[in-house]
């Protein structure tokens, strides 16, 4: 491969990471909670990214033009997954909102208990995920990502030739997975930064997402079903 194909090639790739979509609002959602969780959610994005990058060199556009029903499989599983994924930020920010909100026109026996019952909720919906949860909930992410299925099936696969030798393949595997890594762990720590300033409207940013997921999940979804039924 020549330097200009490295070049277009990583020029492409930041393009695709640092334009928001799954990922990002993901990273978004965790970081507000805890930095550690948005960390491991982002190596999760990460892994997946390095999944996409060896199927593809290994012939994911040739597999999916020989065996359509892959590409289907695929819009269905990721559609769903987003649906399910966003229902669940969607009434965990709404859980978090309630207790917020909770309303002092009580006794002031009613209001302890009240006030309890409202701390244990609000603490339940801010709580941050284990390590390994935070990890596997990015990589689903990514995997179930509209971009990531894009990208790899169609831009990326038209930089590396056919006789691209197992050295230009490594070396942009490592180059893609460096500037992945660095994006998406600089953009968790980012946020984490930050979360102390956006703690207050934390529920909001969790119905958000969970609304555009759903929106990407039954967009996908509705992509799979259109191809099941045309094919």
Known sequence: MSLAAYLGLLGAWVLAITVPGPDTVQLIRLGARSRRSAVFAALGICTGNVLWLVVTMLGLAA????????????????????MYMGQGAFRSGYADW?????LPAVSINDATSTSTAADGAQAA???PLADFASWR??????LSNPKALL??????????PVDA??????LVLLLMTVVGVAWFCGFALAVAAGAEK????????EMVAGVLFVVLGAFLAYEGVRLLVGG
């Open 63 to 82: 597999l999916i033009a020989t065996f359509p029903w892959i590409l289907t499989a695929l819009y269905l599983f990721g559609g769903c997954f987003l």
């Open 137 to 142: 909930l990015g990589l689903a992410t990514n």
């Open 198 to 205: 956006i703690q207050r409207i934390t529920p909001f940013i």
């Open 151 to 160: 990208f790899f099936g169609s831009v990326f696969a038209q930089f590396i």
């Open 165 to 170: 030798s197992l050295m230009d393949r490594l």
């Open 125 to 127: 919906a801010r709580a």
């Open 98 to 102: 309630r207790a917020r909100a909770v």
